[in-house]
């Protein structure tokens, strides 16, 4: 049998990456075993349902929103790499009195709505240099996305998984039994062409025209413009459909609707949107808001969201020019 290598071995073995940003990784590693457990418990825990508070998103949170952010909180502050951090579910940044080093975005229970069913939830984050001659603001977290050091995300499922990139390509760690990440997916690579896409179809008639074209054209199946049958796939959790779309290739849309047509897209682009992003693309995906590269976007607030068209690079040109 074939000796895994762990998440310790492979980030010792990175040697293009700052051994800073390889301790935020492992704090982040470490709570996410912390997480995954909570997770896991469930109802014995009494960590399900609502915690009757409404967030910064104007969301209602979970109790496990809570739970998880705190986690993640802690550990990250007690990492000396790590100046500041910023969470979908905090109003502002928080600073932890340091210079230099690194800031963590995170996502700490990314479709969380799903928990209370069993669906599968995960973790996003991000991490972004941070200014050496201060304590970090609001503005230095404002960084387009191809700025990012380091991403990923994981999925509480079936299995508990690690996707990561540092400084090149995509790797996957599969949580053991006794804690430990082990390497199951070297060099993760996204497919150009696919037959499956995810969209919530039924906000299909509030859907920008080139965004129905495009899933017209799929529905049409053999008898239409694109010549083949298409599956269509929706978790209505964004971590769940994205490692999908890594294992088997694939597209993801959460496209503008005319619901609030004041808000340029549902997915936040600091904790969501530009993590996954720099993923697909190391991945040889691509990921955009439906025209623009999502990692060439420049932040103009902390809780900005966007559109997010990503996966299958093919795909996700023809939804560009539809």
């Known amino acids: 049998m074939t000796t895994l290598i762990d998440l310790a071995g492979h980030l010792a073995a990175e040697q293009t990456a700052d051994e800073a940003v390889k301790d935020v990784v492992a704090v982040i590693a470490a709570a996410c075993v912390q997480i995954s457990r909570v997770v896991a418990s469930g109802a014995i825990s009494g960590s399900l349902g609502a915690a009757g508070q409404i967030n910064v998103q104007d969301e209602e949170q979970k109790k496990l929103d809570i739970i998880t952010n705190d986690i ?10 790590v100046a500041g951090l910023a969470s979908e579910e905090l109003e502002a940044i928080e600073t932890a009195g340091r210079k230099g ?16 069913v069993n669906v599968s939830v995960g973790t996003i984050f991000s991490i972004l240099p941070a200014p050496d001659d201060r304590e970090p603001n609001e503005q230095d977290f404002l960084l387009p996305g191809r700025q990012q050091v380091a991403a990923g995300y994981v ?15 995509v790797f996957g760690f599969t949580l053991s039994a006794d804690g430990t990440w082990l390497m199951t997916h ?7 062409e696919t037959a ?11 859907w920008a025209e080139p965004v129905r074209r495009y899933i017209e054209g799929c529905l049409q199946g053999k008898d239409g413009p694109r010549g083949k049958n298409f599956n269509m796939r929706w978790v209505a959790s964004m971590v769940a459909d994205v490692h999908r779309i890594l294992m088997r290739g694939g597209i993801f849309l959460y496209p503008w609707d005319a619901r609030e047509p004041d808000k340029p897209g549902k997915l936040r682009l600091l904790y969501e949107a530009n993590p996954m992003a720099l993923i697909v693309e190391r991945a040889g995906g691509k ?36």
């Open 287 to 322: 990921a955009t808001d439906g025209q623009t590269a999502i990692l060439d976007l420049q932040p103009t607030k902390l809780h900005q969201r966007v559109p997010v068209v990503l996966g299958s690079a093919n795909e996700v040109d023809r939804v560009s020019a539809a």
């Open 155 to 169: 999925v509480y499922g079936p299995q508990t998984m690690l996707v990561l990139t540092l400084s090149r390509g």
């Open 186 to 192: 070297d060099a993760v690579a996204i497919s150009p």
């Open 196 to 206: 499956e896409f995810a969209i919530n179809m039924s906000n299909q008639r509030h």
């Open 72 to 81: 993640l909180r802690e550990a990250l502050k007690a990492c000396p790499a």
């Open 101 to 116: 080093g690194f800031l963590v975005t995170f996502d700490p229970l990314d479709g969380s709505s799903n928990i209370d």
